[in-house]
């Protein structure tokens, strides 16, 4: 059109129409967009920035608060297969649901970006350097944090036939209660198959000698090769370069063994994942210890009978304070609390669960223990109040005075009428 003409167009009512209909076009996809993605994206995990081209931001879950990661993948800059290999991690994590695998909350993908949510974590990397201090209490910490991690390498070589490729300190991340979780499943893929996309430059380091073993009789070759990198890392700092596998120096000498048959340089001599654990599970061994053992028992405490879990619950009131704090309060704590709940655990429950009622501040521990001390008040079991009665200066500071008078005290004062005379007796003692 002639300028006349065009000048006309852009001082109409059409235009402005125009304009006003793509501008809230334009407001309405943003609102979509936000409606789609109701979090918050935080503060950026720097630790991770040059490691993968997702970047980690701290979140948190609009409706309620809650605690969240976000993993953010940039489209802009990025190259295609990079952006295939994002879609293809989305659709992995999504799909993928094991204890030792980073747990999928929810994701979109929009035009500029593709975010990732999941329960939240740090990177291990910030975990070690954050939890340090006290060194014995952090060498029980990675003796099971590698456990869970060869666990759950063991469930994608052995029963899903998948190679994750990239195993190594940048893969694994930490959640709120210590547990080691995989993640960085970009190149995951089907073994024998090709891998998905180029890794970017940073993982090339980690590349396993000896080529890929397609006879599926080690398939577990690159991946626990993987797991020994970790190994080397966690005792030490991310890799250098290849050659510095060969120091073993800050490696504990009893899981040195075990490390060395991970890193060999033969592929078909390195063991599966299932066979490192039962070597470090050996009498001796790296994870041969309290912890270890009590958190394999707590996995299983479904299927323990009473004199099993009096026997863990007595173990656990004995060595729990050499455990990390915050696996006592975020995993330990809600499996007392359940086994209490379903009525599983009995009285034995009570010294642990009173053990960890100190790491509260008061609103928990209103919240969460004084409930249980009210309802096992009630119990009619002898030994259950008894044992209430001799640990009473564990919580009796916790409790409001009309809590005691209205729902303990009534309780208590029948003690004075047992037909019992240890009852009796414990009952007196009480009040002194």
């Given amino acids: 059109e002639s300028p006349l003409h065009l000048g006309s167009f852009l001082c109409s009512e059409n235009y402005l129409l125009t304009v006003t209909m793509w501008g809230w076009l334009g407001s309405l996809s943003q609102q979509s967009a936000n409606a789609a993605f109701p979090y918050t994206v935080g503060e950026e995990r720097s630790s991770l920035s040059d490691k993968s081209f997702w970047k980690l931001h701290d979140g948190q879950k609009q409706a309620d608060s809650s605690r969240v990661s976000i993993f953010v ?6 190259s295609e297969d990079q952006v295939k290999l994002a879609r293809s991690s989305f659709f992995r994590l999504k799909t993928l649901r094991h204890p030792n695998i980073l747990r999928y909350i929810d994701g979109v993908e929009l035009d500029a970006k593709i975010c990732v949510v999941t329960e939240a974590v740090v990177p291990l990397q910030d975990y070690l350097a954050q939890n340090g201090d006290n060194k014995a209490i952090l060498r029980l910490a990675i003796s099971w944090g590698i456990h869970q991690v060869a666990k759950g390498i063991s469930f994608l070589n052995m029963d899903c036939n998948l190679c994750h490729a990239a195993l190594c300190m940048a893969a694994v991340f930490v959640d709120v209660g210590g547990e080691w979780k995989i993640g960085g499943v970009d190149y995951l893929h089907t073994i024998g198959e090709a891998q998905p996309g180029p890794m970017i430059e940073y993982l090339a380091k980690y590349r396993p000698p000896g080529g890929k073993v397609s006879d599926g009789k080690a398939k577990w070759a690159t991946d626990v090769w993987g797991l020994g990198c970790l190994v080397w890392e966690v005792f030490n700092h991310p890799l250098p370069q290849l050659s510095a596998l060969k120091t073993v ?19 078909r001599s390195r063991p599966s994942a299932a066979t490192f654990i039962a070597n ?12 270890v053992n009590i958190n394999l028992q707590l996995e299983e405490i479904q299927i323990l009978d009473a004199g099993e879990k009096e026997a863990l619950f007595t173990q656990l009131t004995d060595c729990i304070d050499t455990f990390p704090e915050a696996f006592q309060r975020n995993k330990i704590l809600p499996i007392l609390l359940q086994a209490f709940e379903f009525g599983e655990a009995g009285a ?7 053990k960890l009622g100190k790491l509260l501040d008061t609103e928990e521990y209103q919240s969460k223990i004084v409930p249980c001390v009210v309802k096992l008040f009630s119990s009619t079991d002898r030994g259950t109040r008894i044992n209430l009665l001799q640990q009473l200066d564990l919580f009796i500071e916790h409790l409001q005075p009309s809590i005691v008078n209205e729902k303990i005290f009534p309780h208590v004062a029948l003690g004075f009428n047992d037909t019992v005379p240890v009852m009796r007796e414990h009952t007196i003692k009480s009040m002194l």
């Fill in 280 to 291: 470090c599970r050996k009498p001796s061994g790296f994870m041969n210890n309290d912890f």
């Fill in 348 to 354: 034995a429950v009570l010294a642990p669960l009173f």
């Fill in 73 to 78: 993948f940039e489209k802009a800059g990025a």
């Fill in 249 to 267: 120096s800050q490696i504990p000498k009893q899981l040195v063994p075990s490390y060395c048959e991970l890193v060999s340089a033969n592929a």
